[in-house]
């Protein structure tokens, strides 16, 4: 009989959800050895083998007693769970479910921890209290992951040592992918209408340079949500083409030389968007400037240099890189820290 693995999450899609979307993978990556099942926060995105709940411990419960299954699997972005980004609730019903009956194991994957802000803002005042929550669910999971070297510090000795992964590539990867010299030479910008909306706002004077630099002759828009972004950059085409489903992108980024994204440098290992353009050997170029930590596990390049021969390399290292991480190494993984033979 097979086993079945309970996924708590925020929300699932469609439309895109990035904690969502990453849980819907894993599951069907898991597929052979667990059954999945998921748990979701609110009525939107319900889905087929989706139950939901308001944000209470009893309704959790509930939902996770329905299911049966002695194996839950949490996906914990704070802010997903409560406004304020401190879930009480979350904390009082996993501590209830883990009491409950013997033999229960917790494995949690920390999206986040706890977040910064300015004074006039509430992360400022509740970090600690977010960091706090965070380290009880840690103590009271069997195993955590976290994507990020900086989280598994702050959960430093709260519970089990946590297991660094970062994330894998929602969209499919590309085990052997072809040269750049051999692929379209335009831009894919891919990911969530906000991540896009800043690619196309607030950095798109990186993105000019970029395709200025690297002789792009279009630029490619995928993803979900109403945004239009401008018609040309720069007199290089702008192509809207919108939601598509997973297949078709990663054909997209394996056909596509460049990848364009605006996302912190320190925190790309996290990125969905970043992975894609990775497990695919499409050249990744971040519109960032501040350098990582030397323990961030690899290197990310800005807009790089002009020759063909640095663009292959990075290229290559970055596809090298999420070889560590894949979907298929991170199943070996999960299904141990699941106890699951």
């Given at each position: 009989?097979?086993?079945?693995?309970?996924?708590?999450?925020?929300?699932?899609?469609?439309?895109?959800?990035?904690?969502?979307?990453?849980?819907?993978?894993?599951?069907?990556?898991?597929?052979?050895?667990?059954?999945?099942?998921?748990?979701?926060?609110?009525?939107?995105?319900?889905?087929?083998?989706?139950?939901?709940?308001?944000?209470?411990?009893?309704?959790?419960?509930?939902?996770?007693?329905?299911?049966?299954?002695?194996?839950?699997?949490?996906?914990?972005?704070?802010?997903?769970?409560?406004?304020?980004?401190?879930?009480?609730?979350?904390?009082?019903?996993?501590?209830?479910?883990?009491?409950?009956?013997?033999?229960?194991?917790?494995?949690?994957?920390?999206?986040e921890v706890r977040a910064s802000g300015r004074p006039w803002q509430s992360s400022f005042w509740l970090g600690w209290l977010q960091l706090r929550l965070?380290?009880?669910?840690?103590?009271?999971?069997?195993?955590?992951?976290?994507?990020?070297?900086?989280?598994?510090?702050?959960?430093?000795?709260?519970?089990?040592?946590?297991?660094?992964?970062?994330?894998?590539?929602?969209?499919?990867?590309?085990?052997?992918?072809?040269?750049?010299?051999?692929?379209?030479?335009?831009?894919?910008?891919?990911?969530?209408?906000?991540?896009?909306?800043?690619?196309?706002?607030?950095?798109?004077?990186?993105?000019?340079?970029?395709?200025?630099?690297?002789?792009?002759?279009?630029?490619?828009?995928?993803?979900?949500?109403?945004?239009?972004?401008?018609?040309?950059?720069?007199?290089?085409?702008?192509?809207?083409?919108?939601?598509?489903?997973?297949?078709?992108?990663?054909?997209?980024?394996?056909?596509?030389?460049?990848?364009?994204?605006?996302?912190?440098?320190?925190?790309?290992?996290?990125?969905?968007?970043?992975?894609?353009?990775?497990?695919?050997?499409?050249?990744?170029?971040?519109?960032?400037?501040?350098?990582?930590?030397?323990?961030?596990?690899?290197?990310?390049?800005?807009?790089?240099?002009?020759?063909?021969?640095?663009?292959?390399?990075?290229?290559?290292?970055?596809?090298?890189?999420?070889?560590?991480?894949?979907?298929?190494?991170?199943?070996?993984?999960?299904?141990?820290?699941?106890?699951?033979?």
């Amino acid at each position: 009989m097979s086993t079945t693995i309970a996924h708590v999450v925020p929300a699932l899609p469609p439309p895109a959800e990035g904690v969502g979307g990453y849980a819907i993978q894993l599951g069907a990556c898991l597929q052979g050895s667990a059954e999945s099942c998921y748990v979701v926060a609110s009525q939107s995105g319900r889905r087929q083998g989706a139950a939901t709940w308001r944000r209470s411990a009893s309704h959790l419960l509930e939902s996770l007693e329905a299911g049966a299954s002695s194996r839950l699997l949490l996906h914990y972005a704070n802010y997903g769970y409560a406004t304020r980004g401190c879930p009480f609730w979350l904390v009082r019903a996993l501590r209830h479910w883990k009491r409950s009956a013997g033999r229960r194991r917790l494995v949690t994957v920390f999206h986040e921890v706890r977040a910064s802000g300015r004074p006039w803002q509430s992360s400022f005042w509740l970090g600690w209290l977010q960091l706090r929550l965070a380290r009880q669910i840690a103590h009271l999971s069997d195993a955590t992951v976290t994507t990020l070297d900086r989280y598994a510090e702050f959960l430093r000795d709260a519970g089990p040592s946590p297991d660094v992964m970062p994330v894998f590539s929602s969209v499919g990867e590309t085990p052997t992918p072809e040269p750049l010299s051999s692929r379209e030479p335009r831009v894919v910008v891919f990911g969530g209408v906000g991540a896009r909306r800043r690619a196309f706002s607030s950095t798109i004077r990186q993105l000019a340079v970029a395709c200025r630099d690297l002789e792009a002759a279009e630029v490619i828009d995928v993803g979900a949500g109403h945004f239009r972004p401008p018609l040309d950059i720069e007199g290089v085409p702008v192509r809207v083409l919108g939601e598509l489903p997973d297949q078709e992108v990663c054909a997209i980024l394996r056909g596509s030389r460049f990848g364009f994204l605006a996302y912190p440098l320190e925190f790309l290992p996290k990125s969905t968007i970043f992975a894609a353009y990775c497990a695919n050997g499409t050249l990744p170029i971040c519109a960032a400037t501040k350098s990582p930590p030397s323990s961030a596990r690899l290197a990310p390049h800005a807009i790089p240099e002009q020759q063909r021969e640095t663009h292959q390399r990075i290229a290559d290292d970055a596809h090298r890189w999420y070889q560590g991480h894949s979907l298929a190494v991170q199943r070996a993984r999960f299904l141990r820290h699941l106890d699951i033979s």
